[in-house]
């Protein structure tokens, strides 16, 4: 009996012994769980802050610059020698007057930024955190005021030559100096990311690149009236020196401005200017009458409701542009370092080429070892008229380059030499220009003719050219890019909505800009059905259009990347308003490249005479984490 109850009381230690011991380890376990929850907590939330700033930087670079364009418009002196800074005479400006500028720059831009922050939680759907992003440019954002231990010093000119009333197109950076605050909670857990840094831009004249559509006058160069349509969908800035015409629910993705002009000249503004709209069955209608808004008007009469959608806004006060007076410039730098002409060019081609040796061969991505890409630049001209100035005699003269953008020119034994001028090799600088006109402007021939797909690609991805001429240029064929920006064309829905473009890929450099001077840029009689035209097209004094565009057979569309601006506006065809579908010539399918907004220009592409933000950049100096 006493051994068993021996054995019976070791039995009850043991158990509570081990129970104590479980006890222990559960409780180490739970612990380690929850500090485990702890740690996982503190990661994501630390995640999410970081997401956070570089959603807070990515909207700096983006919708932040679209906002401080139009600040910039409105606050930069174009008169000054320096956009920000006064008069002075001196090699940079007075720090104080860029302090005291750069001010109300901030103040305004602050008001913009809380809109697209404060009180939005940025948190992946689905995920029960709250991540929030406040950036100040000044001493307060979203009501809230400088995290402790921070300060903003006063914007600053960082660099820039001052304007020297030539007309140059000189740049100036300045720099606003920024706090960003990343905030993430998930449970218990919060993190906190703040930022330090300065939001440069650099100022500089505009090119007309910029516009998706440009006018001076809104018509036909005969007078007829143009009415932007339900059909009517741009998703890029459109101007206009006079005033729009709206028949139903015509779509604008960018900025629509227009000048009220009622005389426009190339110039100037020769008559009177009223700001406003003509809107169909209404006439035309005053800005500060448009019902129910002058951001929002929209009349319902037996016609329809002819209501445009401005998307990025509308400004019926803009300032008048002038046109390039002269293409000086361009011929200029074609005789620099570019390819100048005299006389008409009958035929211009361009192409791109991949070469091992003196080899072509298929341009694989990426490319084999040794293959060398390169653009092609064919330009056949007349060399010799008889006495009554018809041309006896044509040349064919074949140039190329490659990334390094040196010139080589083909000569009578099929070799390829380098092109000098004073001596030295010659970087091509994109120019071709001829004092003439263009009788044809294509890239390389389709393998199908009805297939668009087939045709190669007229610029390398590395080639920027613009093609300037007096006189008329002729656009016989396609001209695509190897890597395009855009893909596809804004498409109104069945609902009405509208689907822009994708334009994911901005980083690509091929560009081709085309500007008449005196005549205009045509789609020539012979262009092929369906054409593809990647490049901003320009006539100072002229139309972009088709020719015969009531006259030659129906052609599909033009797909456009890039912009058009022309002094009256250009018809490409005409349709059946019963069916929509077009009778004569081509419909337009325009899609713009998103580039343009971004700074991106064909080389010595004509410039405004208007200030605007060329390139901005996002500098982070320190950084500090805190968790809570």
Not at 14 to 41: C, K, N, P, Y
Not at 183 to 199: D, F, H, K, T
Not at 258 to 271: D, E, F, Y
Not at 445 to 460: F, N, Y
Request: aromatic fraction near 10%; glycine fraction near 12%.
């Amino acid at each position: 009996m006493r051994n068993k109850g021996i054995a019976i009381v070791l039995a009850l230690a043991t158990v509570l012994v081990v129970s104590g011991i479980g006890a222990l380890i559960f409780t180490r376990t739970i612990r380690e769980i929850r500090h485990g929850a702890q740690d996982q907590g503190i990661v994501q939330t630390l995640m999410l802050a970081r997401g956070a700033a570089n959603l807070g930087g990515s909207l700096l670079a983006t919708r932040g610059r679209e906002r401080l364009e139009r600040i910039v418009q409105q606050t930069a002196s174009s008169t000054d020698r320096w956009a920000y800074g006064g008069n002075t005479g001196t090699e940079a400006p007075d720090p104080v007057l860029v302090a005291q500028a750069l001010a109300n720059v901030a103040d305004r831009f602050q008001s913009d930024l809380d809109g697209f922050l404060c009180g939005k939680n940025f948190a992946p759907d689905g995920l029960p955190a709250e991540v929030r992003v406040r950036v100040y440019v000044t001493a307060s954002a979203c009501g809230e005021p400088l995290p402790p231990q921070t300060r903003l010093p006063p914007g600053r000119f960082v660099e820039g030559a001052p304007r020297t009333g030539t007309g140059s197109g000189v740049s100036q950076t300045y720099a606003l100096p920024f706090v960003m605050v990343a905030e993430a909670s998930l449970g218990q857990a919060r993190r906190n990311i703040v930022l330090q840094g300065e939001y440069r831009f650099t100022i500089g004249r505009s090119s007309f690149a910029r516009y998706a559509l440009f006018t001076n006058v809104h018509a036909l160069p005969n007078g007829t009236e143009i009415w932007f349509t339900d059909r009517t969908l741009f998703d890029g800035p459109v101007h206009t020196n006079g005033r729009f015409r709206f028949y139903r629910s015509a779509w604008f993705g960018g900025e629509v401005t227009s000048a009220g002009c009622l005389s426009p000249g190339s110039q100037s503004c020769q008559g009177q200017t009223v700001p406003g709209a003509y809107f169909y069955g209404e006439g035309f209608v005053r800005d500060r009458n448009m019902q129910p808004s002058a951001a929002r008007p929209s009349y319902r009469n037996r016609y329809g409701t002819h209501a445009p959608e401005f998307t990025a806004g509308v400004d019926w006060n803009a300032s008048f542009i002038p046109l390039p007076p002269n293409s000086q410039d361009q011929k200029t730098a074609a005789q620099e370092s570019g390819l100048y002409f005299s006389d008409d060019i009958r035929s211009l081609k361009l192409y791109r080429k991949c070469l091992l040796g003196e080899t072509e061969v298929a341009c694989s991505e990426p490319l084999d070892p040794g293959v060398l890409k390169l653009q092609y630049i064919e330009v056949t001209y007349c060399a010799q008229k008889d006495w009554r100035g018809r041309c006896t005699q044509n040349t064919t003269e074949v140039y190329r380059y490659g990334p390094d953008g040196l010139l080589y020119q083909e000569n009578n034994w099929g070799l390829f030499v380098p092109v000098r001028r004073n001596g030295a090799p010659v970087r091509f600088n994109g120019v071709i220009y001829t004092d003439g006109g263009v009788q044809s402007l294509s890239g390389p021939g389709r393998s199908q003719a009805t297939d668009p797909a087939t045709a190669p690609p007229a610029l390398a991805e590395f080639a920027q050219i613009t093609v300037a001429a007096q006189g008329d240029i002729r656009i016989t064929g396609d001209l695509k890019y190897e890597k395009p920006p855009c893909t596809g064309v804004p498409t109104r829905e069945p609902d009405g909505t509208v689907t822009p473009a994708v334009c994911d890929n901005l980083g690509v450099q091929n560009v081709l800009g085309v500007y008449s001077q005196e005549g205009s840029v045509w789609i020539a009689r012979e262009a092929p059905q369906d054409i593809h035209i990647h490049g901003t097209l320009m006539s100072s004094g002229g139309v972009v259009g088709v020719e015969g565009y009531d006259s030659i057979p129906e052609k599909g569309s033009v797909y456009l990347l890039g912009g058009i601006i022309e002094y009256y506006y250009g018809a490409f065809g005409t349709f059946d308003p019963a069916t929509g579908r077009n009778k004569t010539g081509y419909g337009r399918a325009f899609t713009y490249d998103r580039r343009f907004l971004q700074g991106l220009a064909p080389p010595f592409f004509p410039t405004t005479g208007q200030d605007r933000v060329t390139s901005v950049s996002v500098f982070s100096y320190g950084q500090r984490e805190q968790v809570y």
